[in-house]
Nanobody
Framework: QVQLVESGGGLVQAGGSLRLSCAAS????????MGWYRQAPGKQRELVAL???????NYADSAKGRFTISMDNAKNAVYLQMNSLKPEDTAVYYC???????????????WGQGTLVTVSS
């Protein structure tokens, strides 16, 4: 069973930075894309940023210019560098990976357990 293990959340003041990490327990050759989503209290989960195994990236408008997503194929990991954090960035951040499973010959999305990011004003 493939697992995604996240780390790096915490409490930070507005204007500060955090770096989230997510490691997948599968070979990078099975991973089509990885990304970060977030869910604030009372709101739906939303995309923050994603990257494909080929290096293409996509960002939510709220993340553009402040957040950077990167993928390390050697470590089967994805990172989210978050700068200039705002109180409205407060949320549980979830790692997501779309992975090819040889047993079913299909791609399936896998989620991490989430890591809390709190930005104080």
């Amino acid at each position: 069973q493939v697992q995604l293990v996240e780390s790096g959340g915490g409490l930070v003041q507005a204007g500060g930075s955090l770096r989230l990490s997510c490691a997948a327990s599968t070979s990078a050759s099975n991973i089509d894309r990885m990304g970060w989503y977030r869910q604030a209290p009372g709101k739906q989960r939303e995309l923050v940023a994603l990257t494909t195994s080929g290096g293409n990236t996509n960002y939510a408008d709220s993340a553009k210019g402040r957040f950077t997503i990167s993928m390390d194929n050697a470590k089967n990991a994805v990172y989210l560098q978050m700068n200039s954090l705002k109180p409205e960035d407060t949320a549980v951040y979830y790692c997501n990976a779309v992975i090819f499973f040889a047993t079913t010959q299909r791609y399936r999305a896998v989620w991490g357990q989430g890591t809390l990011v709190t930005v104080s004003s």
